[in-house]
Antibody
């Protein structure tokens, strides 16, 4: 069965960096687009970034553009999110999610359980 | 950016009753609309894609309808496990955007 397991969350000071990872199993990881979606405490869902199966295409939300970088290692079945210049408003549970398609421009049919990132001094 | 607006914010329904949730887009998304269910402390779960196609394993009491800018998720007879928050998401244009959610609570 499809499994997505995020890691790397924690408490970080404003302006610092953090890298999240998402280990995938149960499907052919190299064939699907992958997303990061976040949810601030008590709030709704916010799409953050997507990467296509072949790394050629990446898109970001305006709120993170220039600060966050999505990447993947298909040999390790792992998705990453490098987060720099973190702000208090980046505090959220970060979910990785598998896209229905290879390109990543559709809906997410499987989600991980999320990892909490808290940005606070 | 396409803004998705869900209504009502909270819906109080008795078990066994029908629930009707709405989602509106600021411009046409055709049928590129998905619905998700989220229970407290859990990840979202895909319910509906293509505005009206149930995802694998989703019970028939969940149905989606609409196209363009107006969409509806209907739960025909609410079961105890259906009390949760429901989000719509458009995937017609970048950035992908979600509605603010509708909480379905026990009346």
């Amino acid at each position: 069965q499809v499994q997505l397991v995020e890691s790397g969350g924690g408490v970080v000071q404003p302006g610092r960096s953090l890298r999240l990872s998402c280990a995938a199993s149960g499907f052919t990881f190299s064939s699907y687009g992958m997303h990061w979606v976040r949810q601030a405490p008590g709030k709704g869902l916010e799409w953050v970034a997507v990467i296509s199966y072949d790394v050629r295409n990446k898109y970001y939300a305006d709120s993170v553009k220039g600060r966050f970088t999505i990447s993947r290692d298909n040999s390790k079945n792992t998705l990453y999110l490098q987060m720099n210049s973190l702000r208090a408003e980046d505090t959220a549970v970060y979910y990785c999610a598998k896209d229905f398609s290879s390109g990543g421009g559709y809906y997410s049919d499987y989600w991980g359980q999320g990892t909490l990132v808290t940005v606070s001094s | 950016e396409i803004v998705m607006t869900q209504s009502p914010a909270t819906l109080s329904v008795s078990p066994g009753e029908r629930a009707t949730l709405s989602c509106r887009a600021t411009q046409s998304v055709s049928s590129s609309l998905a619905w998700y269910q989220q229970k407290p402390g859990q990840a979202p779960r895909l319910l509906i894609y293509g505005a009206s196609t149930r995802a694998t394993g989703i019970p028939a009491r969940f149905s989606g309808s609409g196209s363009g800018t107006e969409f509806t998720l209907t739960i025909s007879s609410l079961q105890s496990e259906d009390f949760a928050v429901y989000f719509c998401q458009q995937y017609k244009n970048w950035p992908l955007t979600f509605g603010g959610g509708t909480k379905v609570e026990i009346k």
